[in-house]
């Protein structure tokens, strides 16, 4: 794969988890990144990484919340200022929401969960659109999960919130791809990190079984019978960024062991 480099990218939630490794790849593949997230020490160690690890593209950290239709206008304008303008979008910030059946579930948390997961989506595509048009080749990614199409009990808002990006971005990919522009899903499952063990311990509390039999049933029903890394998740997004995949848009790509196949 060649890396084109032909601007620079605009990653959300990229303080910690897969949004770091996604920001610190991208870097390494040669794109300048900005780097959106809520703690700038985590941003700042970020950026140290960058430049230990001699990567060819550099990080920019961006200090913002990512629900903020203001920071995200201001986020897009710092990227469109760097060498090439804003090349690519990839909508990662989000959160794991309540773990508690629909029935228990306040307004509140369903709001918070979807505010965050899906109508910031639709506010950062709707602050990038005119740039990543203008240029006729731009790339939108947006990070999804699986948990959409293999339901966990208790996570209906994330699960709905997920799921939905693939409406917006199948719709979005329609609008916008006589302009050039590219519009795709990458839905990860069984991610390893912080958030998948804390997954594990919140569905063994519901369900009344120990982690360790939640987390032999995951993965017991992977094709792989193993997790999924962040690199793994990372090479997709860094791919569909490239110009060998022009032609791919509206897609909804699982990364999930096996585990979901469809």
């Known amino acids: 794969m060649t890396a084109p480099r032909p601007g620079s990218v605009l990653v959300t939630g990229a303080g910690s988890g897969l949004g770091r490794h996604l920001a610190l790849q991208l870097a390494e593949a040669g794109y300048d990144v900005v780097a959106l997230g ?5 941003l700042a160690t970020l950026a140290d990484a960058a430049a230990e690890a001699r990567a060819s593209g550099t990080i920019q950290p961006f200090v913002g919340d990512a629900r903020d239709a203001d920071a995200l206008a201001d986020a897009v304008a710092e990227a469109g200022a760097l060498p090439g303008g804003l090349y690519a979008v990839i909508a990662n910030a989000g959160i794991a929401g309540p773990t508690k059946p629909l029935a228990e579930l306040s307004d509140a948390e369903w709001d918070e969960t979807i ?66 522009t590219t519009v795709n899903v990458v839905s990860p499952f069984l ?32 094709a792989l019978g193993r997790p999924v890394t962040p690199g793994e998740v990372a090479s997709l997004v860094a791919y569909l960024l490239a110009e060998e995949a022009g032609s791919l848009t509206g897609q909804d790509f699982n990364v999930s062991a096996g585990s979901v196949m469809y």
Do not use: H, M
């Open 38 to 42: 809520r703690k700038a020490p985590a």
């Open 115 to 180: 505010d965050t997961n899906l109508a910031a989506v639709f506010r950062l595509c709707r602050a990038a659109l005119p740039a990543l048009t203008a240029r006729a080749a731009g790339r939108i990614v947006l990070i999804g999960s699986a948990t959409g199409k293999r339901p966990l009990p208790g996570r209906t808002p994330y699960a709905t919130s997920k799921l939905a990006l693939v409406g917006l971005a199948r719709t979005l990919a329609v609008e916008v791809g006589r302009a050039g």
């Open 191 to 222: 991610l390893e990190g912080d958030r998948l063990e804390s997954v594990i311990e919140l569905q063994a509390g519901l369900r009344g079984l120990a982690p360790e039999e939640v987390r032999a049933e995951l993965f017991g029903e992977t």
